[in-house]
């Protein structure tokens, strides 16, 4: 998925509840900054927290692995970009049982 506005973008595609995803993002970012979470039950957007409680925020490329909440829709917050190019792209986990 190719992002240049600042916003929130949510991937066209929704995933079981649940599951585990990873969220990579890419390419130019124009000096912004992006939020990875998702969607809310609410509908708001929901950043990834860290454990100071605290939105994670990156300014160049990363990757981030997140549960997928009940609407099945992750993505990202573009802000205080001037020409982003991103890419977004989330890839379904593979579960594997423990000890396999």
């Not at 992006?34 to 160049?60: C, E, H, Q, R």
């Not at 993505?75 to 970009?81: C, D, E, K, V």
């Amino acid at each position: 998925m190719d992002i240049s506005t600042n916003a929130t973008h949510y991937f066209p595609t929704s995933f079981q509840a649940g599951r585990r995803v990873i969220l990579d993002v890419c390419g130019d970012f124009g000096g912004g900054t992006v939020t990875p979470g998702y969607k809310a039950a609410d509908g708001a957007f929901s950043p990834v927290l860290k454990a100071d409680g605290n939105p994670v925020t990156i300014t160049s490329r990363g990757g981030f692995e997140l549960r997928v909440p009940r609407s099945g829709t992750v993505g990202i917050t573009l802000a205080q970009s001037t020409g982003a190019a991103l890419g977004l792209d989330v890839i379904a986990a593979v579960e594997m049982p423990a000890g396999a």
